[in-house]
């Protein structure tokens, strides 16, 4: 409730995902629920536009049926994914990028000389800067996966387009440090 003058006060009536502000009163969210394709669609716009999971655990509580839209992945060149999803044993069924062929985030790695868009449910994952890059995904379950991306696809995945390449994996001043890794197990 907003007060008259310079003095306002807040309710919390729920949580919020990040307490960017540190506002008094308002409680963090321990987890990101996802139990529908429209939660799921808000993760991936979140991502894209630049919140870090890293220290918010995601977890999958229902089976979630994507065929009834093109998916647009998440994660970015500029906000690549990184953070933990617990599938909790449930399937995204009918996962395809239907007319969506995003040259936007094409990129050129120097350790494979790869070139060309990222697609999959996350589209690019891990860290170029190594630091807090923690991805683990458990226990999803993919289904009905219908992917064609002509020569715009070099990066493709049902699960993850693209992550760092082995040889970024040994470079100890990338992902094998105390700041994480990009993928593990």
Request: one cysteine or more.
């Given at each position: 409730?907003?007060?008259?003058?310079?003095e306002?006060t807040?309710?919390?009536?729920?949580t919020v995902?990040?307490?960017s502000?540190?506002a008094?009163?308002?409680t963090?969210?321990?987890?990101?629920?996802i139990d529908s394709?429209?939660?799921?669609?808000?993760?991936?716009?979140?991502v894209?536009?630049?919140?870090?999971?890293?220290?918010?655990p995601?977890?999958?509580?229902?089976?979630?049926?994507?065929?009834s839209?093109?998916w647009?992945?998440?994660?970015?060149?500029?906000?690549?994914f990184?953070?933990v999803i617990?599938?909790?044993g449930?399937?995204?069924k009918?996962?395809?990028?239907?007319s969506?062929?995003?040259t936007?985030?094409?990129?050129?790695?120097?350790t494979?000389k790869?070139y060309g868009a990222a697609?999959?449910?996350?589209a690019?994952a891990g860290?170029?800067?190594?630091?807090?890059c923690d991805?683990?995904?458990?226990?999803l379950?993919?289904?009905?996966?219908?992917?064609?991306?002509?020569?715009?696809g070099?990066?493709?995945g049902?699960?993850?387009g693209?992550?760092?390449?082995?040889?970024d994996?040994l470079?100890?001043?990338?992902?094998?440090?105390?700041n994480?890794?990009a993928?593990?197990?």
């Amino acid at each position: 409730k907003a007060a008259t003058g310079a003095e306002a006060t807040f309710v919390s009536s729920g949580t919020v995902i990040k307490n960017s502000a540190n506002a008094a009163g308002v409680t963090e969210a321990k987890v990101f629920e996802i139990d529908s394709l429209e939660r799921l669609c808000a993760l991936r716009d979140y991502v894209n536009a630049g919140m870090d999971f890293s220290g918010l655990p995601i977890e999958i509580t229902a089976d979630i049926d994507m065929s009834s839209i093109s998916w647009a992945p998440i994660g970015t060149r500029e906000h690549p994914f990184h953070g933990v999803i617990h599938g909790n044993g449930h399937t995204l069924k009918g996962l395809t990028n239907g007319s969506i062929i995003s040259t936007e985030d094409s990129f050129t790695t120097t350790t494979t000389k790869t070139y060309g868009a990222a697609y999959g449910f996350i589209a690019i994952a891990g860290s170029i800067t190594g630091e807090n890059c923690d991805l683990e995904i458990t226990d999803l379950n993919l289904s009905d996966v219908s992917i064609k991306m002509g020569q715009y696809g070099n990066c493709v995945g049902a699960l993850i387009g693209y992550a760092p390449s082995t040889a970024d994996f040994l470079d100890p001043k990338k992902f094998n440090n105390s700041n994480g890794k990009a993928v593990e197990n």
